[in-house]
């Protein structure tokens, strides 16, 4: 296992604004750019906006360096003029306090932290039990993917077409694989990974309500991590919420703790 360094976290980023940014630019490919994609770089740092997703993941700024404190006014304006809050996502090692004290004096304040992992790749590591199996997503899956994602996490029902077209977009695009795992024949649980350039990205999982406790986040997680061994990836990388029962699962996994970065936003009385 890699030591944390700042070239380790250098590719953890990395692979965070690469699978980000294909995803972006898939669903700003759909014809008319229906989601109002933009994407813009200043600098190091990468500026996500969607019109009509205004969920932080799609209106965030990625990469931002120390270096790239003389674009923050360009990167405000960015936003402002969108009328979206502003959101920074800010990697240790990547910035010093200058850039932070700036940020403060601009009416942001740290708002969250967020766990990025790593691990080597392996085989499975676990048996899977009997009444539980797992798939590929083929073109026709892409509305029960929708269903987990939604209900999963929490999003309306009405949401579910919405989030199967923007996901409809990656199937059979390069680097791109869904999984949906079944128990007892029944959609119980999604997960996604991306692989660009030897590194493997396990980009979003979710189970239903109803099969939690099952064990079906970690069986997610050994799956892609095998993917990513017979695909020769050097790294395999995820995100979580800190000491959750994702992050939890993710060490039980092999992975490791390679930092933890902190959400900067707008204070509501800007």
């Known amino acids: 296992m890699r030591l944390p360094s700042p070239e380790l976290i250098m590719q953890i980023e990395q692979s965070e604004k690469d699978y980000m940014s294909d995803r972006m630019l898939a669903i700003q490919e759909r014809e008319g750019n229906p989601e109002g ?23 965030t ?13 360009e990167i405000i304006a960015f936003y402002r003029s969108r009328g979206r809050k502003m959101q920074f996502e800010m990697v240790p090692t990547r910035v010093d306090g200058h850039l ?16 990025s992992t790593y691990g080597v790749p392996s085989k499975e590591l676990l048996s899977r039990p009997d009444h539980i199996e797992i798939r590929k997503v083929e073109e026709g899956d892409f509305r029960t993917y929708a269903a987990i994602h939604c209900r999963g996490t929490g999003l309306p029902e009405e949401g579910i077409p919405h989030v199967a077209r923007n996901n409809h977009v990656l199937w059979r695009r390069p680097g791109w694989e869904f999984y949906i795992a079944y128990a007892s024949g029944q959609p119980a649980a999604a997960a996604v990974m991306y692989i660009r350039d030897g590194i493997c990205s396990l980009t979003f999982a979710a189970t239903l309500p109803e099969y939690r406790g099952q064990g079906l986040h970690q069986l997610l997680l050994n799956t892609r991590i095998a993917r990513a061994y017979q695909q020769n990836c050097e790294l395999v990388v995820a995100q979580c919420a800190f000491l ?18 902190t959400t900067w936003t707008e204070s509501e009385s800007n």
């Open 37 to 59: 994609i933009e994407m813009v770089r200043f600098g190091q740092a990468l500026c996500l906006y969607s019109r009509t997703m205004p969920w932080p993941s799609f209106n």
């Open 61 to 73: 700024v990625k990469g931002m360096t120390s270096e790239d404190r003389i674009y923050l006014d």
């Open 100 to 115: 932070l004290a700036e940020l403060t004096r601009r009416g942001l304040y740290p708002s969250g932290f967020h766990a």
């Open 244 to 261: 959750s029962q994702s992050h939890r699962n993710m060490e039980r996994a092999g992975m490791k703790l390679g930092y933890v970065r």
